[in-house]
Protein backbone atom coordinates (compact mmCIF):
# COMPACT_ATOMS: atom_id res chain seq x y z
CA UNK A 1 0.00 0.00 0.00
CA UNK A 2 1.01 3.53 -0.58
CA UNK A 3 -0.69 6.89 0.08
CA UNK A 4 0.54 9.92 -1.90
CA UNK A 5 -0.57 12.60 0.68
CA UNK A 6 1.02 10.58 3.42
CA UNK A 7 4.26 10.23 1.83
CA UNK A 8 4.14 14.18 1.22
CA UNK A 9 4.09 14.92 5.12
CA UNK A 10 6.53 12.69 5.35
CA UNK A 11 8.80 14.60 3.34
CA UNK A 12 8.03 17.81 5.02
CA UNK A 13 8.38 16.05 8.46
CA UNK A 14 11.59 15.85 7.21
CA UNK A 15 12.50 19.58 7.10
CA UNK A 16 12.55 19.55 3.51
CA UNK A 17 9.67 22.17 3.02
CA UNK A 18 11.61 24.86 1.23
CA UNK A 19 12.62 21.88 -1.22
CA UNK A 20 8.73 20.64 -1.65
CA UNK A 21 7.16 24.60 -1.95
CA UNK A 22 9.74 25.28 -4.50
CA UNK A 23 9.07 22.18 -6.90
CA UNK A 24 5.22 22.99 -5.87
CA UNK A 25 5.30 26.00 -7.52
CA UNK A 26 6.87 24.31 -10.38
CA UNK A 27 4.65 21.94 -10.37
CA UNK A 28 1.51 24.06 -10.43
CA UNK A 29 3.10 26.22 -13.53
CA UNK A 30 3.33 23.25 -15.07
CA UNK A 31 0.08 21.77 -14.56
CA UNK A 32 -1.18 25.00 -16.08
CA UNK A 33 0.80 24.38 -18.79
CA UNK A 34 -0.67 20.95 -19.44
CA UNK A 35 -3.92 22.32 -18.42
CA UNK A 36 -3.78 24.18 -21.99
CA UNK A 37 -2.45 21.74 -24.10
CA UNK A 38 -4.66 18.75 -23.33
CA UNK A 39 -6.72 18.51 -25.59
CA UNK A 40 -3.65 18.35 -28.66
CA UNK A 41 -2.15 15.84 -26.55
CA UNK A 42 -5.35 13.52 -26.74
CA UNK A 43 -5.59 14.48 -30.00
CA UNK A 44 -1.89 13.05 -30.82
CA UNK A 45 -1.84 9.89 -28.82
CA UNK A 46 -4.54 9.09 -30.47
CA UNK A 47 -3.38 9.81 -33.81
CA UNK A 48 0.04 7.86 -32.21
CA UNK A 49 -1.46 4.53 -32.18
CA UNK A 50 -4.05 2.78 -34.17
CA UNK A 51 -4.44 0.05 -32.08
CA UNK A 52 -3.60 -1.60 -28.55
CA UNK A 53 -0.65 -3.75 -29.58
CA UNK A 54 1.31 -1.16 -31.77
CA UNK A 55 1.37 0.36 -28.67
CA UNK A 56 2.91 -1.91 -26.81
CA UNK A 57 5.86 -2.92 -29.17
CA UNK A 58 7.00 0.62 -30.01
CA UNK A 59 7.19 1.32 -26.03
CA UNK A 60 11.00 1.55 -25.25
CA UNK A 61 12.82 1.06 -21.45
CA UNK A 62 15.69 2.19 -20.35
CA UNK A 63 18.85 -0.48 -20.62
CA UNK A 64 19.25 -1.91 -17.17
CA UNK A 65 22.62 -2.45 -15.10
CA UNK A 66 23.17 -5.95 -15.03
CA UNK A 67 23.67 -8.00 -11.43
CA UNK A 68 25.96 -10.71 -11.29
CA UNK A 69 22.89 -13.62 -10.31
CA UNK A 70 24.62 -16.33 -8.94
CA UNK A 71 23.58 -19.73 -9.35
CA UNK A 72 22.61 -20.05 -5.61
CA UNK A 73 19.70 -17.77 -5.85
CA UNK A 74 18.17 -20.56 -7.85
CA UNK A 75 15.28 -19.59 -9.94
CA UNK A 76 11.85 -19.15 -8.06
CA UNK A 77 9.33 -21.70 -9.72
CA UNK A 78 5.65 -21.35 -9.25
CA UNK A 79 4.52 -24.41 -7.40
CA UNK A 80 1.07 -26.12 -6.73
CA UNK A 81 -0.56 -28.03 -3.89
CA UNK A 82 0.98 -25.94 -1.17
CA UNK A 83 -1.56 -24.64 0.87
CA UNK A 84 -5.35 -24.98 0.80
CA UNK A 85 -7.10 -25.11 -2.57
CA UNK A 86 -10.13 -22.30 -2.50
CA UNK A 87 -12.51 -23.05 -6.06
CA UNK A 88 -15.15 -20.85 -5.53
CA UNK A 89 -18.02 -19.99 -7.86
CA UNK A 90 -19.27 -15.98 -8.26
CA UNK A 91 -20.99 -13.52 -9.15
CA UNK A 92 -20.23 -9.61 -9.52
CA UNK A 93 -24.10 -8.26 -9.18
CA UNK A 94 -22.88 -4.85 -10.45
CA UNK A 95 -26.11 -3.19 -10.37
CA UNK A 96 -26.73 -4.44 -6.80
CA UNK A 97 -23.55 -3.94 -5.66
CA UNK A 98 -22.83 -7.09 -4.53
CA UNK A 99 -20.37 -9.82 -4.79
CA UNK A 100 -22.10 -13.25 -3.68
CA UNK A 101 -20.77 -17.01 -4.03
CA UNK A 102 -20.21 -20.60 -3.01
CA UNK A 103 -16.89 -21.49 -2.15
CA UNK A 104 -15.21 -25.16 -1.51
CA UNK A 105 -12.22 -24.83 0.17
CA UNK A 106 -9.82 -28.05 0.83
CA UNK A 107 -7.97 -26.93 3.76
CA UNK A 108 -4.36 -27.96 5.09
CA UNK A 109 -3.56 -28.49 8.43
CA UNK A 110 0.29 -27.73 8.35
CA UNK A 111 0.94 -27.16 12.05
CA UNK A 112 1.59 -29.55 14.83
CA UNK A 113 -1.91 -28.73 16.25
CA UNK A 114 -4.97 -30.59 15.98
CA UNK A 115 -7.79 -28.05 14.92
CA UNK A 116 -11.35 -28.41 16.41
CA UNK A 117 -12.13 -24.92 15.52
CA UNK A 118 -11.18 -22.72 12.35
CA UNK A 119 -10.78 -19.17 12.23
CA UNK A 120 -12.84 -17.21 8.83
CA UNK A 121 -12.09 -13.29 8.03
CA UNK A 122 -14.89 -11.81 6.63
CA UNK A 123 -13.30 -8.18 6.12
CA UNK A 124 -16.77 -6.82 4.31
CA UNK A 125 -18.78 -7.27 7.34
CA UNK A 126 -16.86 -4.20 8.95
CA UNK A 127 -17.59 -1.48 5.89
CA UNK A 128 -21.04 0.99 6.10
CA UNK A 129 -22.35 1.24 2.86
CA UNK A 130 -20.02 4.83 2.41
CA UNK A 131 -16.94 2.62 3.06
CA UNK A 132 -16.34 3.96 6.85
CA UNK A 133 -14.59 1.32 8.90
CA UNK A 134 -15.09 2.93 13.10
CA UNK A 135 -15.03 1.84 16.14
CA UNK A 136 -18.97 0.72 15.85
CA UNK A 137 -18.13 -1.40 12.54
CA UNK A 138 -16.52 -3.99 14.92
CA UNK A 139 -19.60 -5.21 17.81
CA UNK A 140 -21.37 -7.84 16.99
CA UNK A 141 -25.43 -6.47 16.02
CA UNK A 142 -24.59 -3.20 14.43
CA UNK A 143 -25.81 -2.47 11.06
CA UNK A 144 -22.40 -2.69 9.06
CA UNK A 145 -23.01 -6.50 9.70
CA UNK A 146 -25.78 -6.50 7.60
CA UNK A 147 -23.03 -5.40 4.95
CA UNK A 148 -22.83 -9.20 4.62
CA UNK A 149 -23.91 -12.33 5.37
CA UNK A 150 -23.29 -16.03 5.54
CA UNK A 151 -25.77 -18.66 4.27
CA UNK A 152 -23.73 -21.96 5.75
CA UNK A 153 -20.80 -23.61 6.90
CA UNK A 154 -20.82 -27.41 5.84
CA UNK A 155 -18.13 -29.93 6.25
CA UNK A 156 -17.24 -32.45 3.67
CA UNK A 157 -20.14 -34.93 5.29
CA UNK A 158 -22.32 -32.81 4.56
CA UNK A 159 -22.83 -32.02 8.32
CA UNK A 160 -24.08 -28.02 8.85
CA UNK A 161 -21.42 -26.49 11.20
CA UNK A 162 -21.84 -23.57 13.95
CA UNK A 163 -20.15 -20.43 13.51
CA UNK A 164 -20.29 -17.67 15.24
CA UNK A 165 -18.68 -13.91 15.13
CA UNK A 166 -16.30 -12.22 17.83
CA UNK A 167 -18.63 -9.89 19.89
CA UNK A 168 -15.34 -7.36 19.38
CA UNK A 169 -14.69 -7.64 16.49
CA UNK A 170 -17.29 -9.05 13.72
CA UNK A 171 -14.55 -9.96 11.13
CA UNK A 172 -13.60 -12.84 12.75
CA UNK A 173 -15.73 -15.99 12.24
CA UNK A 174 -14.86 -19.11 14.60
CA UNK A 175 -16.30 -22.06 13.04
CA UNK A 176 -16.35 -25.44 15.15
CA UNK A 177 -15.71 -28.73 13.37
CA UNK A 178 -17.25 -32.16 13.92
CA UNK A 179 -14.17 -33.81 13.00
CA UNK A 180 -11.36 -32.38 13.85
CA UNK A 181 -8.03 -31.81 11.32
CA UNK A 182 -5.12 -33.64 12.52
CA UNK A 183 -1.26 -32.22 11.23
CA UNK A 184 -0.42 -33.23 7.80
CA UNK A 185 -4.43 -33.63 6.85
CA UNK A 186 -6.70 -31.96 4.40
CA UNK A 187 -10.36 -31.11 4.94
CA UNK A 188 -13.53 -30.00 2.83
CA UNK A 189 -15.16 -27.04 4.14
CA UNK A 190 -18.06 -25.10 1.82
CA UNK A 191 -19.50 -22.40 2.24
CA UNK A 192 -21.69 -19.21 0.65
CA UNK A 193 -21.52 -15.79 1.07
CA UNK A 194 -22.42 -12.13 0.32
CA UNK A 195 -20.27 -9.44 0.43
CA UNK A 196 -22.20 -5.76 -0.21
CA UNK A 197 -19.35 -3.66 -2.44
CA UNK A 198 -19.30 -0.23 -0.99
CA UNK A 199 -19.50 2.99 -2.48
CA UNK A 200 -15.82 4.35 -1.61
CA UNK A 201 -12.45 4.92 -4.01
CA UNK A 202 -11.21 2.89 -2.33
CA UNK A 203 -9.36 -1.42 -2.13
CA UNK A 204 -12.54 -2.59 -1.36
CA UNK A 205 -15.22 -0.11 -3.43
CA UNK A 206 -17.02 0.21 -6.36
CA UNK A 207 -16.44 3.94 -7.54
CA UNK A 208 -17.35 5.26 -10.71
CA UNK A 209 -16.88 2.49 -13.75
CA UNK A 210 -14.56 0.62 -11.58
CA UNK A 211 -15.71 -2.23 -8.72
CA UNK A 212 -12.36 -2.87 -7.02
CA UNK A 213 -13.23 -6.69 -4.81
CA UNK A 214 -10.43 -7.37 -2.56
CA UNK A 215 -10.68 -8.86 0.52
CA UNK A 216 -13.82 -9.66 -0.26
CA UNK A 217 -14.53 -13.70 0.29
CA UNK A 218 -14.28 -15.13 4.07
CA UNK A 219 -10.55 -16.11 4.27
CA UNK A 220 -9.13 -18.42 6.46
CA UNK A 221 -6.61 -17.08 8.49
CA UNK A 222 -2.75 -18.42 9.43
CA UNK A 223 -2.77 -20.50 13.07
CA UNK A 224 0.37 -19.76 14.46
CA UNK A 225 1.80 -20.14 18.49
CA UNK A 226 -1.19 -22.28 19.21
CA UNK A 227 -3.45 -19.85 18.27
CA UNK A 228 -5.62 -18.51 15.16
CA UNK A 229 -4.49 -14.93 13.78
CA UNK A 230 -6.97 -12.27 14.36
CA UNK A 231 -4.54 -8.76 13.77
CA UNK A 232 -7.53 -6.01 13.85
CA UNK A 233 -8.21 -4.54 10.04
CA UNK A 234 -7.14 -1.17 9.58
CA UNK A 235 -7.95 0.97 6.73
CA UNK A 236 -4.67 2.62 6.61
CA UNK A 237 -2.45 -0.40 6.31
CA UNK A 238 -2.86 -4.08 6.41
CA UNK A 239 -3.71 -6.92 8.29
CA UNK A 240 -4.33 -9.79 5.59
CA UNK A 241 -2.09 -12.78 6.76
CA UNK A 242 -2.65 -15.57 4.62
CA UNK A 243 -0.35 -18.81 3.57
CA UNK A 244 -0.14 -19.15 -0.76
CA UNK A 245 -3.14 -21.20 -1.51
CA UNK A 246 -4.90 -22.31 -5.23
CA UNK A 247 -7.76 -20.50 -6.42
CA UNK A 248 -10.36 -22.02 -9.09
CA UNK A 249 -12.87 -19.69 -9.63
CA UNK A 250 -15.21 -19.20 -12.26
CA UNK A 251 -16.91 -15.28 -12.27
CA UNK A 252 -20.53 -14.25 -13.87
CA UNK A 253 -20.40 -10.52 -14.69
CA UNK A 254 -22.45 -8.05 -16.43
CA UNK A 255 -21.44 -8.68 -20.36
CA UNK A 256 -19.71 -5.67 -21.09
CA UNK A 257 -17.02 -6.02 -18.15
CA UNK A 258 -13.53 -6.67 -18.42
CA UNK A 259 -12.06 -8.34 -15.54
CA UNK A 260 -8.69 -8.30 -14.24
CA UNK A 261 -7.64 -10.98 -11.48
CA UNK A 262 -4.94 -12.63 -9.56
CA UNK A 263 -4.20 -15.50 -12.25
CA UNK A 264 -4.65 -16.49 -15.40
CA UNK A 265 -8.15 -16.28 -17.05
CA UNK A 266 -8.29 -19.68 -19.17
CA UNK A 267 -11.15 -19.09 -20.80
CA UNK A 268 -14.42 -16.87 -21.11
CA UNK A 269 -17.64 -17.99 -22.24
CA UNK A 270 -20.26 -15.30 -22.75
CA UNK A 271 -23.95 -16.70 -22.39
CA UNK A 272 -26.81 -15.29 -22.40
CA UNK A 273 -27.40 -14.50 -18.53
CA UNK A 274 -23.62 -12.41 -19.01
CA UNK A 275 -20.01 -13.15 -18.87
CA UNK A 276 -18.47 -16.34 -17.09
CA UNK A 277 -14.96 -15.71 -16.38
CA UNK A 278 -12.70 -18.99 -15.74
CA UNK A 279 -9.74 -18.26 -14.11
CA UNK A 280 -6.80 -20.64 -12.55
CA UNK A 281 -4.88 -18.71 -9.41
CA UNK A 282 -2.06 -21.09 -8.31
CA UNK A 283 0.26 -19.99 -5.72
CA UNK A 284 -1.46 -16.70 -4.72
CA UNK A 285 -1.68 -15.37 -1.56
CA UNK A 286 -5.04 -14.05 -2.13
CA UNK A 287 -7.59 -13.91 -4.65
CA UNK A 288 -8.65 -10.46 -5.57
CA UNK A 289 -10.27 -8.39 -8.71
CA UNK A 290 -10.61 -5.34 -11.00
CA UNK A 291 -13.87 -5.38 -12.86
CA UNK A 292 -15.57 -2.66 -15.20
CA UNK A 293 -16.96 -2.02 -18.69
CA UNK A 294 -14.35 0.56 -19.59
CA UNK A 295 -11.06 -0.99 -19.22
CA UNK A 296 -8.50 -0.94 -21.93
CA UNK A 297 -5.32 -2.30 -21.60
CA UNK A 298 -1.24 -2.01 -23.06
CA UNK A 299 1.02 -5.30 -22.92
CA UNK A 300 4.69 -6.32 -23.61
CA UNK A 301 6.35 -9.18 -22.70
CA UNK A 302 9.49 -9.12 -20.56
CA UNK A 303 11.55 -12.02 -19.62
CA UNK A 304 8.79 -14.31 -20.27
CA UNK A 305 6.49 -12.45 -18.02
CA UNK A 306 3.23 -10.32 -19.50
CA UNK A 307 3.01 -6.90 -18.20
CA UNK A 308 -0.36 -5.84 -18.48
CA UNK A 309 -1.57 -1.97 -17.74
CA UNK A 310 -5.25 -1.61 -17.81
CA UNK A 311 -6.45 2.08 -18.24
CA UNK A 312 -9.61 3.53 -17.59
CA UNK A 313 -10.96 4.68 -21.15
CA UNK A 314 -8.79 6.72 -23.53
CA UNK A 315 -6.59 7.51 -20.63
CA UNK A 316 -3.57 5.98 -22.77
CA UNK A 317 -1.33 8.28 -21.23
CA UNK A 318 -1.65 6.78 -18.09
CA UNK A 319 -1.55 3.43 -18.90
CA UNK A 320 1.38 3.99 -21.12
CA UNK A 321 3.26 5.18 -17.78
CA UNK A 322 2.07 2.44 -15.31
CA UNK A 323 3.42 -0.23 -18.60
CA UNK A 324 6.63 1.84 -18.87
CA UNK A 325 7.31 1.71 -14.84
CA UNK A 326 5.99 -1.91 -14.83
CA UNK A 327 8.67 -2.81 -17.63
CA UNK A 328 11.66 -1.17 -15.63
CA UNK A 329 10.39 -2.40 -12.43
CA UNK A 330 9.87 -5.77 -13.20
CA UNK A 331 13.63 -5.99 -14.99
CA UNK A 332 15.28 -4.65 -11.69
CA UNK A 333 13.46 -5.81 -9.04
CA UNK A 334 13.82 -9.65 -10.87
CA UNK A 335 17.50 -8.78 -11.15
CA UNK A 336 17.73 -7.78 -7.87
CA UNK A 337 15.69 -10.09 -5.84
CA UNK A 338 15.33 -12.82 -8.03
CA UNK A 339 12.96 -13.73 -11.31
CA UNK A 340 9.41 -13.15 -11.06
CA UNK A 341 7.92 -16.55 -10.93
CA UNK A 342 4.55 -16.34 -12.20
CA UNK A 343 3.17 -15.71 -16.06
CA UNK A 344 1.78 -12.67 -16.07
CA UNK A 345 1.04 -8.92 -13.18
CA UNK A 346 -1.30 -6.49 -13.80
CA UNK A 347 -1.03 -2.74 -13.70
CA UNK A 348 -4.62 -1.43 -12.69
CA UNK A 349 -5.38 2.44 -13.54
CA UNK A 350 -8.84 2.23 -11.01
CA UNK A 351 -10.95 4.08 -8.71
CA UNK A 352 -8.31 4.45 -5.32
CA UNK A 353 -8.18 7.93 -3.30
CA UNK A 354 -4.25 8.96 -3.73
CA UNK A 355 -2.46 5.68 -3.53
CA UNK A 356 -1.54 2.09 -4.38
CA UNK A 357 -2.77 -1.25 -3.75
CA UNK A 358 -0.87 -4.66 -3.80
CA UNK A 359 -2.26 -7.98 -4.38
CA UNK A 360 -1.39 -11.28 -5.16
CA UNK A 361 -0.72 -10.82 -9.22
CA UNK A 362 -2.05 -7.20 -9.69
CA UNK A 363 -1.64 -3.91 -8.25
CA UNK A 364 -4.22 -1.19 -7.71
CA UNK A 365 -2.99 2.63 -9.16
CA UNK A 366 -5.51 5.03 -8.23
CA UNK A 367 -6.35 7.11 -11.04
CA UNK A 368 -6.34 10.62 -9.49
CA UNK A 369 -2.56 10.15 -8.83
CA UNK A 370 -1.82 11.90 -12.14
CA UNK A 371 -2.20 15.26 -10.69
CA UNK A 372 0.27 15.00 -8.69
CA UNK A 373 2.74 15.49 -10.93
CA UNK A 374 2.67 17.13 -14.51
CA UNK A 375 5.03 14.17 -15.70
CA UNK A 376 3.16 10.94 -14.53
CA UNK A 377 6.45 10.69 -12.11
CA UNK A 378 4.22 10.00 -9.03
CA UNK A 379 2.11 7.36 -10.98
CA UNK A 380 5.80 5.39 -12.06
CA UNK A 381 7.21 5.61 -8.89
CA UNK A 382 3.65 3.94 -6.97
CA UNK A 383 3.52 1.67 -9.97
CA UNK A 384 7.44 0.43 -8.92
CA UNK A 385 6.12 0.58 -5.29
CA UNK A 386 3.14 -2.22 -5.45
CA UNK A 387 5.57 -3.92 -7.48
CA UNK A 388 8.06 -4.19 -5.08
CA UNK A 389 5.12 -5.96 -2.72
CA UNK A 390 4.92 -8.61 -5.69
CA UNK A 391 8.60 -9.97 -4.02
CA UNK A 392 7.24 -8.66 -0.05
CA UNK A 393 4.25 -9.50 0.82
CA UNK A 394 3.10 -12.20 -2.25
CA UNK A 395 6.21 -14.38 -2.99
CA UNK A 396 7.27 -13.65 0.82
CA UNK A 397 4.80 -13.22 3.19
CA UNK A 398 4.76 -11.52 6.46
CA UNK A 399 2.28 -10.55 9.39
CA UNK A 400 2.04 -6.91 7.66
CA UNK A 401 0.46 -5.58 11.03
CA UNK A 402 3.01 -7.32 13.41
CA UNK A 403 5.93 -7.01 11.40
CA UNK A 404 4.70 -3.86 8.51
CA UNK A 405 8.34 -2.90 7.70
CA UNK A 406 9.12 -6.18 6.55
CA UNK A 407 6.54 -5.44 3.34
CA UNK A 408 6.33 -2.10 3.49
CA UNK A 409 10.25 -1.03 3.97
CA UNK A 410 11.27 -3.48 1.79
CA UNK A 411 8.61 -1.91 -0.85
CA UNK A 412 9.69 1.14 0.11
CA UNK A 413 13.45 0.15 -1.16
CA UNK A 414 11.48 -0.96 -4.11
CA UNK A 415 11.30 2.29 -5.24
CA UNK A 416 14.79 3.32 -4.61
CA UNK A 417 15.93 0.22 -7.28
CA UNK A 418 13.84 1.45 -9.78
CA UNK A 419 15.12 5.16 -9.14
CA UNK A 420 18.67 3.45 -9.76
CA UNK A 421 17.34 2.55 -13.33
CA UNK A 422 15.77 5.31 -14.75
CA UNK A 423 18.55 7.62 -13.46
CA UNK A 424 16.19 9.38 -10.44
CA UNK A 425 19.25 10.23 -7.49
CA UNK A 426 16.17 12.18 -5.35
CA UNK A 427 15.64 10.11 -2.55
CA UNK A 428 19.22 8.57 -2.99
CA UNK A 429 21.01 12.30 -2.49
CA UNK A 430 18.70 12.87 0.07
CA UNK A 431 19.83 9.91 2.38
CA UNK A 432 22.83 10.52 1.23
CA UNK A 433 23.27 14.25 2.75
CA UNK A 434 22.11 13.09 6.02
CA UNK A 435 25.89 10.74 6.34
CA UNK A 436 28.09 10.70 8.31
CA UNK A 437 26.75 12.92 10.92
CA UNK A 438 23.31 11.43 11.50
CA UNK A 439 21.24 8.82 9.68
CA UNK A 440 17.85 9.87 8.12
CA UNK A 441 14.58 9.40 9.94
CA UNK A 442 16.18 9.18 13.13
CA UNK A 443 13.40 10.55 14.58
CA UNK A 444 11.31 7.73 13.41
CA UNK A 445 12.75 4.68 15.17
CA UNK A 446 12.92 1.78 15.37
CA UNK A 447 11.09 0.51 12.53
CA UNK A 448 10.46 -2.59 13.77
CA UNK A 449 7.38 -1.93 15.62
CA UNK A 450 3.79 -3.16 14.98
CA UNK A 451 0.99 -1.15 13.69
CA UNK A 452 -0.14 -0.27 16.85
CA UNK A 453 3.11 0.73 18.27
CA UNK A 454 3.55 3.48 16.12
CA UNK A 455 1.33 5.66 17.56
CA UNK A 456 -0.48 7.14 15.02
CA UNK A 457 -0.64 7.25 11.45
CA UNK A 458 1.75 9.49 10.46
CA UNK A 459 4.52 7.87 12.29
CA UNK A 460 3.65 4.83 10.46
CA UNK A 461 4.43 5.76 7.35
CA UNK A 462 7.48 7.92 8.18
CA UNK A 463 9.22 5.24 10.26
CA UNK A 464 7.76 1.57 8.30
CA UNK A 465 8.11 3.49 4.77
CA UNK A 466 10.45 5.80 4.55
CA UNK A 467 12.74 5.23 7.15
CA UNK A 468 12.80 1.45 6.68
CA UNK A 469 13.62 1.91 3.12
CA UNK A 470 16.76 4.69 4.75
CA UNK A 471 17.66 1.23 6.90
CA UNK A 472 17.97 -0.79 3.65
CA UNK A 473 20.06 2.05 1.87
CA UNK A 474 22.01 1.95 4.15
CA UNK A 475 22.64 -1.82 4.50
CA UNK A 476 23.12 -1.55 0.89
CA UNK A 477 26.28 0.40 1.36
CA UNK A 478 27.22 -0.96 4.31
CA UNK A 479 27.24 -4.39 2.50
CA UNK A 480 28.24 -3.11 -0.49
CA UNK A 481 25.51 -3.35 -3.68
CA UNK A 482 26.81 -6.84 -4.97
CA UNK A 483 26.54 -8.80 -1.53
CA UNK A 484 23.86 -7.04 -0.78
CA UNK A 485 21.84 -7.87 -3.35
CA UNK A 486 23.06 -11.79 -3.73
CA UNK A 487 21.61 -11.58 0.02
CA UNK A 488 18.35 -10.45 -1.02
CA UNK A 489 17.98 -13.07 -3.68
CA UNK A 490 19.10 -15.71 -1.01
CA UNK A 491 16.15 -14.21 1.49
CA UNK A 492 13.50 -14.28 -1.14
CA UNK A 493 14.60 -17.73 -2.77
CA UNK A 494 14.70 -19.43 0.96
CA UNK A 495 11.64 -18.24 1.99
CA UNK A 496 9.32 -18.07 -1.40
CA UNK A 497 5.84 -18.96 -1.00
CA UNK A 498 6.40 -19.14 3.17
CA UNK A 499 6.14 -17.01 6.01
CA UNK A 500 8.97 -15.14 7.14
CA UNK A 501 9.45 -13.38 10.39
CA UNK A 502 12.43 -10.20 11.65
CA UNK A 503 14.73 -13.37 12.38
CA UNK A 504 14.61 -14.57 8.90
CA UNK A 505 15.54 -12.08 7.44
CA UNK A 506 18.43 -11.11 9.76
CA UNK A 507 20.07 -14.40 9.96
CA UNK A 508 20.63 -13.96 6.09
CA UNK A 509 22.14 -10.62 6.45
CA UNK A 510 24.29 -12.26 8.96
CA UNK A 511 25.10 -15.33 6.80
CA UNK A 512 26.62 -13.16 4.21
CA UNK A 513 28.37 -10.12 6.70
CA UNK A 514 29.35 -12.54 9.50
CA UNK A 515 27.78 -11.26 13.05
CA UNK A 516 30.66 -8.92 13.64
CA UNK A 517 30.46 -6.78 11.04
CA UNK A 518 30.50 -3.16 12.71
CA UNK A 519 29.39 -0.88 9.40
CA UNK A 520 26.40 -3.42 9.35
CA UNK A 521 25.54 -3.46 13.22
CA UNK A 522 25.87 0.28 13.09
CA UNK A 523 22.96 0.39 10.82
CA UNK A 524 20.63 -2.47 12.25
CA UNK A 525 21.60 -1.08 15.99
CA UNK A 526 20.39 2.63 14.77
CA UNK A 527 17.29 1.21 12.87
CA UNK A 528 15.87 -1.92 14.67
CA UNK A 529 14.66 -2.53 18.56
ZN1 LIG B 1 3.22 -0.63 0.36
Known amino acids: MKKYNKVLSIIL ?277 VAGADFNMLSEEVDGVMIEAYYIGDDMEFGRAMLEAGIDSMKAFGEAFGKYPYPDVNIIETELFAGGMEYSGLVMIGRDLEFYSTDYSVVKEVTAHELGHQWFYGIVGTNPYLEPWLDESFASFSEIVYADVIGDDYMSSEFDSYRPDSYFGREYTPVNRSYDQFGSEMVYFSSAYTTGEAMLYYLRDAMGAENFYHMMRTYVSRHAFGIVTEADFLNVVYEYCGTDNNEVNAVLEFYLD
Open 13 to 289: ASSLLLAVVLSSCANLTLLKETEETEVKETESSTNASSSVSETAETTTSVEMPSFNVPEEAAPISMQYDLGHKYDMTLELDADAQVVRGTVRVDIVNQTDATWNTLVFRDYPSLFTADGEVDAASYTAGSDNEQMTSISYFEDESGEILAYERDDNDVSVITVTLKEPISPGQRHVIEYEFEANIPTDADRFGAYGECYNVANFYPVLSIFENGEWSREQYIDMGECFYTIVSDYTVVLKTPEDFTVISTGLTVEVEEKEDGKYWNIAAPCARDFTF
